[in-house]
DNA sequence: CGCAGTCTTGAGACAGATCAACTCACGTGG
DNA sequence: CCACGTGAGTTGATCTGTCTCAAGACTGCG
């Protein structure tokens, strides 16, 4: 497994490099990161251990990863019997399964490229549980925020980057929050299709295919809907000609123009701007 | 009004050297923003001109204001008759008036000392119409975000008290959004008295007098409710001895570990961690 | 091939939206 | 200073979309 993870972990590090900001791949800050950094393998349905101290930021070279926060449940313990709090493993954490009990926030999907801040354990009980867990095996470049930006201190582009990753973040999270505020199942469903294209395919009109890596539990967490509601709303869409389904992850996108409609934004304007 | 302005931008200005990060206040980066900023005033419900070139970087020197992102409205056309879409004031816009028309989601709302980023207008259908309207009277520093971090880049302290910030509103919007995924109205009511509690007066348990300077609309607009709903968890809250109310803006927190506990979070423990 | 877990489909219940009066706070002008 | 009007807020009755509970069907694994 040593020789495994070493070979893996050179692949990580060079994509990480690969998405650094022109002209860092090989710079001189590019290999003091690398040198901070630690490579982490998950498989399907690991989590990325939570920290207490530290945030993070994690650089997804593989794979997929939903990050997701449980409601501090109001009533029980939450530590099932016998598991010591100060875990042997430093990062690494055993299978949360997504079928799990209690309510869980889907916040965001990641993908190959991401970068991704996870914020540490808040001590604040108002502040949920935030985890990384993976949907695919991936691979992890992860970093101590701290540690991270005291190098990047002195590269104002890294910085940056970082930066406008983080922004990018917010406004991805707030476009999220208007659907949850706002819009209906329907709207929701075609609005997350639309923008799993987006990020998966690239494509923003005409047809598209799709293979998902999230359940519709994930799917349903992520928009607040239940997964009776999203199968429901993956059906209708179906009987109205605006996808077609195969097997469990396999989604074909007729029409993504007529999806965007569905979720409630107006005609894309062919040329605007 | 050039003399009140002058005086009131170099309030402002003060009010921004402060916040910067230590011992930053005097240094010859905080001269070099300073000169970069414009400063704004904004009368009660008037809006910060959107841009669709610059993101931005605001600073709150006094004042309330709320984020909105307006859904882009499916059918019409949206600039009112004969209203130039080059408008002669480079920054101020018309009141948009809270009673407006279509949906709109409140992102969020921002108190003096807070710094905002605005994003610009993006060219994608699929993105709303943001817009930061003073619920106050309010006093503002505006930056082009571009502009504030070239200038930055050679103070790695300051490049990272702006990320610091947008972290936070980050972790901000993905509490919220659990919220608005995951809860009742009753919940979310609670929660958000709970949070302004923090946010306004810096209680976190006991009780606490609170001036809303938002109405109810905004309210549900930033919660996902209705007005109606708003005003019947308050009616509950009041018939339940958990708040008091008076007059439109004024509420007092009877107890705030109960109102946490009514927001679905586990019973704050006293000396946590 | 069969089992376990995911997904689909159906019937009923309930929270919150909607529609419609009504009341009250607060700023205005007499 | 108080009467007045407007818009914010409250309250009630009804309606709808989504959740809940309960079977059933399919996928994909061992």
Redesign the interface.
Known sequence: MAERSASSRQLSIEAFRAALPAGRARSAIADELCALSLHQHLAKGDALACD?RD?RLVFMASGAAKLV?Y?????PVPAPAGAPPASPAPLASAAIGAGSNG?M?V??FHFAGDII?V?RQG?R????D?RLIALDDCELVVFSTDAF?DL???D??V??W??AG??Q???R??????Q???KSARQRIA?FL??MAERLSDS?SGACRLILPMSRRDIG????LTIETVSRQFTELRDAGLIETKGRSLVKLMDISAL??A???????PA??
């Open positions: 207490h945030d926060a409601l501090p449940a109001p009533a309510a926030q916040l965001a801040s914020l001590t009980a108002t502040e949920g935030f930006l990047a201190q002195s104002p582009i910085l940056r970082v930066l983080s922004l973040a917010l406004h999270s707030r476009t999220r929050m208007m949850l505020g706002h609005d639309v923008s923003t967490d992520s928009l607040g965007a409609q979720a409630g934004y107006p005609q894309l304007q605007l701007r």
